[in-house]
């Protein structure tokens, strides 16, 4: 029966049957059986559609093929139009209206169908359009799945395309011979590996003669075998062919099958073909390789070898020989890398072999011991060849020379050594920032300190070791600026508020930020060097504050010393301003600060006299203070001003008896001598070659500070002598002019010492080791020694340890 989805569709059926007479009536009941029997039959999905009053009827096929059920399948044309894939709709709706507004009488369509579970049926559509007055009323399909049709046809040609995918990956040829009629049908692949024959159709005899003529009688009687159905061989031969039009010479591999009928009688011959050209010339082009390896290998400097295994027998070049030994050897077997390697290293090659047992590739650096007994870095690579079975049948390799590049390694690291040491023991804080990421590496103690940290922020990013309060945005500005451009950057007592125990503090520092390179001129690290100026920054503003306080006294007596005031204020701007300049500062001294000075002092013995009684404690304190640095600043002219002639007097050069110097010097040290009870003892000494007056300088300088570091309680003895300097002495001193010969003048002495770390230190201005409590000076008396040797392109130096005592070691020129 039919499944009206439509009530009055069915009344209107049933009406159809009732108005026809009884014969009509038979006729349309047989057709509606027919009908029935002919969907039963099909499976196809049946439908109607009534164009007029826009419904759609369904057969039960929708529930068997498409699993709809009754319920869910909608009554107007939604329930077919709806579920049509998105990408067919509109161009199967636009064909189907088409259709029926061309008055076509068919329609068919090929699209996807959406079943009940989701999925899409590839599907066969057809339509038969009806129509009442020239006007279409209804339209009568059937529609039939075609999914499983589809699928192994996309199946089929997968299995193909994967089938001529892999011979064309293969590069095979396949080829197919009627051993009746003896054509064969060769792929485009096949006629390519025969020169391309312009023959259509090719056979037997045609294709044997482009056989070359030496391989023809074999190829014919492997083809006789595989067809004999007695014997039956696999085909699988090499020969060569000549192009049927290119003329190309080629080697084909050729393997195939014959196949005959239940009565021996073979019917089809087919197999594949492979071209072999390259394979076959492999030993001449592998040959032609070697010696061009071997001399790109000899050419770069490195030796080769090639051990047979079964015999152990070598083969090598001369340079490897060399290389291990240290000269050529006529004939020497495989295990003589066992006799010259280090003791030391053997089981470093043990260990590499055990490793090329499982990879294939030896691989070691080991020191090798030459017939001279002298030692050599080798670094030796190999390869293992293995036969068709994976047996291992030689081993073939080089050797290169690696002396200098570890040597170099050797020399980098004990570089890295020396300047971590450096970095530690350095008086002054200091740390590498590595990197764009600014890692912090080698901070030394002093830096720790600062930052308030431990060890944990050693390998960190500056920006996460310490806290933001420690790093502004203008100091990581700088840092990424000097990695740019390589230039460094320095300042002087910066402010920073660290916490120290807990305590926000403020600190002040000298800093500089220099860029490291490596080998390639690359910047790599920032080398942080950080000195805290706390204390004389703080000086210098107590000082300043010092001189507010004076200079509001001075007001208070601007009547009387107003004149007197001013000069003395330009005075101490000019010795504030002149501390970055020593030698601008000397000259200032020598011509225009020594009148005011005196005025100073004249002045400030007049308060203390006539105004003392005037003044309360503090009054009296702070002239006091003017007084005592007032004395101490005429000292320190008196040797900055003696320090600047060293470069703008006449520096002329002439003979000069040491003898005299010092003689003289000991006149002129008659009274300190005697104070501190020193013994002087004078050794001969030679004629140098310099300016009497600077060497004067040099020799009090030397013997006031030996006379004066003196131990308590304890007698002085100093020894001043003189000792021809050698030319390999000379070689390891630096700045020494290689056209003069020198000697070696020393002044010691059993005082108090110094510890060496302050070796560079003590030869700067202004440099003291101890305070003024405990030795006068203005520190300068050394810095002064240092320019007078430098003026005779000499060398000073020191040797000393904490009360053992110390000796000055100054090299002069002596004349030609």
């Known amino acids: ?175 197919n011979m009627n051993p009746e009629t003896g054509v064969v049908y060769f792929d485009e692949r096949c006629r390519g590996l025969y020169g391309n024959p312009s023959e259509e159709i090719l056979n037997y005899e045609t294709l044997i003669q482009h056989i070359h003529f030496e391989d023809r009688e074999k190829v014919v009687n492997a083809i006789s075998s595989a067809l004999n159905p007695e014997t039956r061989t696999a085909y699988d031969i090499r020969y060569r062919t000549v192009g049927a039009s290119d003329h190309v010479l080629r080697w084909l591999h050729c393997t195939g099958k014959a ?173 590498m920032f590595v990197g764009k990421d600014m890692v912090i590496e080698l901070p030394n103690e002093a830096m720790l300190k600062i930052w308030g940290k431990g060890d944990s922020v050693i390998g960190k990013p500056l920006r996460e070791a310490l806290p933001p309060e420690m790093l502004d945005q203008q100091l990581l500005n700088i840092l990424d600026h000097i990695f740019e451009t390589g230039k460094p950057y320095s300042a002087s007592g910066r402010q920073a508020d660290l916490i120290v125990n807990g305590t926000l503090e403020t600190f ?54 107003q004149k007197r005031t001013e000069e003395l204020h330009q005075a101490n701007q000019e010795l504030v301003n002149s501390n970055s300049n020593l030698q601008q500062f000397a000259y200032a001294a020598s011509h225009d600060m020594q009148e005011p000075l005196r005025k100073i002092q004249s002045f400030s013995s007049r308060l203390q006299t006539v105004y003392s009684e005037s003044f309360d404690e503090n009054g009296v304190f702070m002239l006091n203070r003017i007084q005592d640095a007032s004395k101490r600043m005429s000292s320190m002219i008196d040797d900055l001003l003696a320090y600047s002639r060293l470069t703008t007097h006449d520096s002329a050069f002439e003979a000069v008896d040491l003898n005299k110097i010092v003689s003289a010097v000991i006149a002129d040290l008659e009274v300190s001598i005697e104070e501190q009870k020193s013994e002087i003892r004078v050794a001969q000494l030679p004629v140098v070659w310099g300016n009497p007056s600077q060497l004067t300088q040099l020799v009090q300088n030397l013997l006031s500070n030996a006379i004066k570091y003196k131990k308590q309680d304890i007698p002085s003895e100093i020894e001043i002598r003189a000792d021809d300097l050698t030319e390999t002495e000379k070689a390891d001193l630096p700045r020494l002019s290689p056209g003069h010969r020198y000697i070696k003048f020393e002044v010691s ?14 030869f700067q201005m202004f440099q003291r080791l101890h305070g003024r409590g405990e030795f006068s000076g203005s520190g300068i008396g050394l810095a002064l020694c240092k320019k007078v040797v430098q003026n005779h392109h000499g060398h000073i130096t020191a040797q000393s340890e904490p009360d053992r005592g110390a000796t000055f070691m100054v090299y002069l020129p002596i004349p030609n």
């Not at 239940?262 to 390789?289: H, L, M, Q």
């Not at 290169?400 to 390694?409: A, L, Y």
């Not at 005082?751 to 070796?759: A, N, Q, V």
Request: charged share 30%.
């Open 749 to 762: 002495d059993n005082g108090i010492g110094f510890d060496e770390k302050y070796l560079g230190r003590i």
């Open 259 to 431: 196949y005959f009928t239940p009565e021996g009688v073979p019917y089809r011959f087919s197999g594949v073909s492979r071209n072999v050209t390259d394979e076959i010339s492999s030993k001449e082009r592998v040959a032609w390789a070697d010696q061009q390896a071997a001399m790109t290998v000899e050419g770069s400097g490195a030796g080769s070898f090639l051990v047979a295994l079964d015999t152990n027998e070598i083969i090598y070049s001369p340079t490897m020989s060399r290389i291990i030994t240290g000269r050529e050897n006529g004939d020497m077997k495989r295990d003589f890398f066992v006799m010259h390697i280090h003791p030391e290293d053997f089981d470093k090659r043990t260990a590499a072999y055990e490793i090329a047992s499982k990879t294939g590739e030896l691989r070691y650096e080991a020191r090798f011991v030459w017939h001279d007994d002298s030692v050599h870095w080798v670094k030796v690579i190999g390869q293992y060849l293995y036969d068709s079975t994976g047996k291992a049948i030689s081993l073939s390799g080089i050797v290169m020379d690696i002396t200098d590049r570890i040597e170099s390694e050797n020399m980098i690291k004990a570089s890295e050594e020396h300047l971590r040491t450096l970095i530690e023991q350095a008086p002054v804080a200091t740390c």
């Open 1 to 175: 029966m039919f499944q009206i989805v439509n009530r009055t569709r069915s009344w209107i059926l049933i009406e159809m049957i009732e108005t026809l007479d009884n014969s009509n009536k038979d006729n349309l009941l047989v057709a509606i059986e027919r009908f029935e029997l002919v969907v039963k039959a099909t499976h196809d999905v049946i439908w109607d559609w009534d164009l007029e009053k826009n419904t759609v009827w369904w057969n039960d096929g929708m529930k068997e093929v498409f699993g709809y059920t009754s319920q869910e399948v909608e009554p107007g044309p939604e329930s077919w139009f709806n579920r049509i894939h998105p990408d067919d709709r509109t161009e199967v709706v636009h064909n189907m209206h088409a259709a029926i507004d061309r008055g076509d009488s068919n329609w068919g369509d090929y699209y996807r169908f959406q079943r009940a579970d989701g999925s899409f049926a590839y599907v066969h559509d057809r339509g038969y359009t009806i129509r009442a007055d020239g006007k279409a009323v209804r339209m009568v399909g059937c529609m039939r799945d075609l999914s499983e049709i589809v699928q192994s046809d996309e199946a089929r040609q997968e299995s193909e395309d994967n089938l001529q995918f892999a011979l064309s990956a293969a590069q095979l040829g396949v080829w």
């Open 508 to 561: 002040y520092f000298d800093f500089t930020y220099k860029p490291l390179r490596n080998s390639k001129g690359e910047i790599y690290a920032i080398l942080d060097m950080a000195v805290d100026v706390t204390e004389q920054v703080k000086s210098r503003q107590a000082l300043e504050r010092s001189e507010e306080r004076y200079r509001l006294l001075v007001d208070e007596l601007e009547q009387r010393v």
